[in-house]
């Protein structure tokens, strides 16, 4: 089933909107990582959250672990900012590998 | 800091023949992980290594997959008499180590089977 569920899979943005991307767990999520996949294929980190919010420029991040799901807020998108999104959880304690989830594809037009 | 190092970046291959990918972590990372990417299952977790050691190879096919990491600074992972369903982009992260550390991805190996 799907451990790590990602909402919505695709989303069109004009410049300028904000929006939010969610995953919901069916995991004891200790941690979430989220990732942008741009359109050659490389995967860049965007957060690496423990329960809690964290900012980095228009985007936001919160975690909540007793709730199981984490979201990812784009504030005034930018063209830059399309691709594919992805969040990964670590399951428990003890350092096992990430779960990713399907990927939130986000378009951004002028 | 080069970042994480896959090659090759594409390769094509033969129904039957063997492929093999490198990949390079970053510098002083001590937990390298192998991922496959494709359309129709996404982002699948393989196997992961912490200081040289498998610690987990869950994701592994049992057959005709294996990987190595000889030494600190590579890890290897060979696919026997490849079939068409492995087709698919192999994803290569290193980070500090496997505890609460940021995920760092190479750019991947495209690894097509004809």
């Known amino acids: 089933g799907d451990k790590v569920k990602q909402s919505p899979s695709a989303l069109s943005l004009q410049e300028g909107t904000n929006s939010a991307l969610r995953c919901n767990f069916s995991i004891a999520a200790t941690t979430v990582q989220w990732f942008l996949q741009n359109p050659r294929g490389s995967l860049m980190n965007l957060f690496y959250l423990v329960p809690g919010t964290k900012e980095n420029g228009r985007l936001k991040s919160a975690f909540d672990s007793k709730e199981s799901y984490s979201t990812l807020h784009i504030r005034d998108a930018q063209l830059e900012d399309s691709g594919t999104y992805f969040c990964?959880?670590?399951?428990?304690?003890?350092?096992?590998?990430?779960?990713f989830g399907t990927g939130t594809t986000v378009s951004v037009s002028p | 800091n080069a970042g994480v190092i896959q090659t090759p970046r594409h390769k094509v291959t033969g129904k039957g023949q063997e492929a093999t990918l490198w990949c390079e972590p970053i510098?002083?990372?001590?937990?390298v992980f192998w991922y496959r990417q494709t359309i129709v299952q996404g982002l699948e977790f393989l196997t992961y290594f912490r200081n040289q050691a498998p610690i987990d190879d869950s994701g592994m096919p049992k057959e005709r997959f294996s990987a190595q990491m000889p030494n600190q600074s590579h890890s290897t992972l060979k696919i026997q008499s490849t079939q068409p369903q492995d087709s698919a982009v192999y994803l290569c992260?290193?980070?500090?180590?496997?505890?609460?550390?940021?995920?760092?991805f190479g750019e991947g190996s495209r690894l097509i089977v004809v």
């Open positions: 990964a959880a670590e399951e428990g304690q003890g350092g096992r590998a990430l779960i």
């Open positions: 992260a290193s980070s500090l180590d496997n505890s609460g550390n940021t995920l760092y």
């Open positions: 510098s002083g990372h001590s937990a």
